[in-house]
């Protein structure tokens, strides 16, 4: 079956733009979580949604949302860019499940955005 | 709170040998431990899990890992390095119950693989 699909792959910014980065799950996966990797950070939790609704949220900044569709489909955005907003976005799906702590997260490829 | 140290960021063998990256865990409730891959411009897969089955947990490409938690570790092996693993290693941890509970990575071990 297919995976995680995010697009776009890569793309480039300029500071002060907005970004809206798009994830598919894997059919049949209610919960859908946003990553942020930066070779200072590592890798850093955005949030999750699960069913349309968000769980849970990291400790990012409210320039930094999201939402899911009745379809599970997931978008995030980015407003107003910053240079430290440049990392590769990664989504990743799971049945949703409870306990959901047992639920193995399957990764997409990730959006690499560059910010200049 | 949970989190996960990795020692070594960087860890290099020869192609053949015994590859061990290290990995220790810190929880107040009994955790859910993972070992993802990372290869250049991709994303994370996973190479096994443990969710309080068995301590010694079997993945793909011939690595496993073994729970103890006396130690809080959970190291990663596979006895034979081949060139084709060379990437980089997380380690997460997570807890079970209900609602979500996010998955928590280290910092990451670059595995290194020489001829």
């Known amino acids: 079956k297919a995976g995680v699909t995010q697009t776009p792959r890569y793309l480039i910014k300029t500071r002060g733009q907005q970004v809206t980065l798009s994830c598919s799950p894997i059919s049949g ?8 990797q930066t070779p200072g950070q590592g890798l850093q939790f955005l949030f999750e949604y699960f069913s349309e609704t968000q769980r849970n949220k990291g400790n990012f900044p ?11 489909r997931s978008e995030m955005n980015v407003s107003t860019l910053e240079l430290g907003d440049s990392a590769l976005y990664l989504c990743a799906s ?9 639920n193995v997260l399957t990764f997409g490829a990730g959006s690499r955005l560059t910010v200049l | ?11 290099s063998v020869s192609e053949g040998a015994l590859v ?14 993972f070992w993802y891959v990372q290869y ?27 729970f103890k938690k006396s130690e809080t570790s959970f190291h990663l092996t596979k006895p034979s390095a081949h060139m ?12 079970g119950g209900t609602g979500f509970q996010k998955l928590v990575f ?7 693989v020489s001829p």
Do not use: M
Not at chain 2, 20 to 33: D, E, K, M
Not at chain 2, 41 to 64: D, H, P
Not at chain 2, 84 to 95: G, H, I, K, N, Q
Not at chain 2, 106 to 112: D, M, P, V
């Open chain 1, 29 to 36: 996966h209610r919960s859908v979580s946003w990553y942020q």
């Open chain 1, 62 to 72: 409210g320039r930094f949302s999201g939402r899911q569709f009745s379809n599970s």
């Open chain 1, 94 to 102: 799971s049945l949703g499940g409870t306990p959901s702590g047992a």
């Open chain 2, 1 to 11: 709170a949970q989190s996960v140290t990795q020692l070594g960021s960087h860890v």
């Open chain 2, 20 to 33: 061990l990256l290290r990995c220790n865990y810190s929880s107040s409730v009994p955790p859910y431990l």
């Open chain 2, 40 to 66: 250049p411009n991709q994303g994370l897969q996973l190479l096994l899990k443990y969710t309080s089955a068995a301590t010694l947990v079997k993945g793909i490409n011939g690595f496993e890992a073994e």
């Open chain 2, 84 to 95: 084709s693993d060379a990437a980089e290693y997380f380690c997460a941890v997570t807890r």
């Open chain 2, 106 to 112: 280290g910092t990451g071990t670059r595995l290194l």
